[in-house]
């Protein structure tokens, strides 16, 4: 079974608007942790955000925030005011457990952030 | 430059050779991390080191796969008797530790088999 679900191959937005990529998740396990990527056309992946499945609040750095729903199991990620570089690929991810912490990660969502 | 560092960035090879790449962590990074991506998929969890031990090995791991890392720094992923199927970005992540999660990765190494 998919652990990540990514359902947005590719999205548009104009610049200085706001969007949001889903991603949904499936663990059995209470503790667990979502993250998300953004990798640009150099290909390097750059942490964006995290947010602990015991966390009260909703993760936020800067433009980027998670919105984090635990019964609906998703976990997407708004991204505010979006700038030109924005545009890239972006990566849901999971860890598991609290043990080895190897991240399993969504098939992605394109982003392009137009003038 | 203190964040993760991989070498080379980019790799041709032909088909049955050997190939190497290394890593170097985050200096202060003990947990270490390689993932392979293919053209249109997120990252998959290939290796992990805590220190100087492997702890976990992948499936996708074959036999013709090997990973170092010698005295818990810098890290080497070989490939031996490369196939095509084997094309593809090797990214090299770290991370600091228990209670740290983030992990922050590299560059990526560039594989082409042809």
């Known amino acids: 079974a998919q652990k990540i679900t990514q359902t947005q191959p590719g999205m548009f937005v104009q610049e200085k608007e706001a969007v949001t990529l889903d991603c949904t998740y499936d663990?059995?396990?209470?503790?667990?942790?979502l993250f998300w990527y953004k990798q640009p056309s150099s290909g390097e992946m750059i942490f964006l955000i995290y947010?602990?499945?015991?966390?009260?609040q909703n993760a936020t750095e800067g433009r980027y925030s998670l919105n984090f729903q635990k019964a609906r199991k998703s976990a997407n990620l708004v991204i505010s005011a979006s700038q030109l570089g924005d545009s890239a690929m972006y990566f849901c991810?999971?860890?598991?457990?609290?043990?080895?912490?190897?991240?399993?990660f969504g098939t992605g969502t394109r982003l392009l952030v137009s003038p | 430059d203190t964040g993760v560092s991989q070498d080379p960035r980019h790799k041709i090879t032909k088909r049955g050779q050997n190939v190497t790449f290394r890593c170097d962590p985050i200096?202060?990074?003990?947990?270490l991390y390689w993932y392979r991506q293919t053209l249109g998929q997120g990252p998959e969890f290939l290796t992990y080191?805590?220190?100087?031990?492997?702890?976990?090995k992948s499936r996708l791991l074959s036999n013709r796969f090997s990973a170092e890392r010698p005295k818990g720094s810098f890290s080497t992923l070989e490939i031996q008797r490369t196939e095509q199927g084997d094309s593809a970005m090797y990214l090299c992540?770290?991370?600091?530790?228990?209670?740290?999660?983030?992990?922050?990765f590299g560059p990526g190494t560039r594989l082409t088999v042809t």
């Open positions: 992540a770290s991370s600091l530790g228990p209670q740290f999660y983030e992990q922050y």
């Open positions: 663990t059995s396990d209470p503790s667990y942790g």
């Open positions: 947010q602990g499945s015991y966390d009260q």
């Open positions: 991810a999971m860890r598991e457990g609290t043990g080895f912490q190897k991240l399993v």
């Open positions: 200096s202060e990074h003990n947990r």
């Open positions: 080191f805590q220190n100087e031990a492997q702890l976990e």
